[in-house]
């Protein structure tokens, strides 16, 4: 079960913001906490049951997020 917290955290993670640090800005706002800390808090939040359920799209989008990028090709194959 989520708390009011984890839903609005989750909310916030959600929206989309204009410029660069908006999001770590409102976050300080909001919930009182360093961007690092908010950032700590959603990585393990994203991971439970309760949060996909509550809102699915935001946690899919911030889970890819935190996956590295696949690597494509290799620089041996390349032909120079």
């Known amino acids: 079960m989520l708390t009011d917290q984890q839903k609005a ?3 916030l993670a959600g929206e989309h913001f204009k410029h660069a640090g908006s ?4 976050a300080m706002e909001r919930f009182g906490m360093t961007p690092t800390r908010y950032w700590q808090e959603m990585n393990h ?3 439970t049951e309760s949060a996909v359920a ?3 799209q935001t ?3 911030l889970s890819n997020r935190r996956r590295p990028p696949k690597r494509t090709g290799s620089r041996l194959t ?3």
């Open 9 to 11: 955290m989750l909310d």
């Open 23 to 26: 999001l770590d800005t409102a």
């Open 45 to 47: 939040l994203i991971r």
């Open 54 to 56: 509550y809102c699915p």
């Open 59 to 61: 946690v899919a989008l």
């Open 78 to 80: 390349q032909v120079r």
